[in-house]
């Protein structure tokens, strides 16, 4: 079995903020595959959106045997399974009390309608590049 490296983003910015973060991580780990690095917990300002909530964010890596599809899928279930009602295409950003993202996938491009990798507007996002940088070192 091929064990792959894949980043997640991480944000919440409803509820006990950081308590979502890590019910994510241990749903990821116990769903998608091994967590072998996190960034430290950030907290920043909505970004998109106007919102009086600010966010917690992260980044993990994680080795899974999973394909991206399957990564999608599972993290998409995980948000479902916290509690979130929907998912933002692009535009119309809204409170969530949590948000996965694939960020990168091994050195894999992916340009799918719902599956972008690397993620297309992470370089312009301060709250995912800072954590990323703490853990693809």
């Known amino acids: 079995m091929i064990n792959h490296q894949v980043f997640l983003g991480l944000g919440s910015n ?22 072998v690095r996190q960034s430290s917990f950030i907290e920043t300002e909505p970004w998109g959106f106007e919102s009086v909530n600010t966010f917690v964010n992260a980044v993990i890596c994680c080795e899974t045997e999973k ?6 899928l599972l993290t998409q279930q995980i948000e479902r399974d ?12 809204a409170d969530r009390i949590i948000d996965i993202d ?36």
């Open 14 to 35: 409803l509820g006990d903020k950081a308590r979502n973060l890590q019910e994510a991580i241990r749903l990821i780990a116990e769903r998608v595959g091994t967590v």
């Open 67 to 72: 394909t991206p599809r399957e990564v999608l």
């Open 102 to 137: 694939i960020l990168l996938y091994d050195d894999l491009t992916v340009d799918e309608p719902d599956l972008k990798i690397p993620h297309p507007l992470m370089y312009q996002r301060d709250f995912v590049m800072r954590p990323l940088e703490e853990v693809i070192k």
């Open 82 to 93: 916290m509690g979130r009602t929907h998912k933002s295409v692009s535009v119309g950003y």
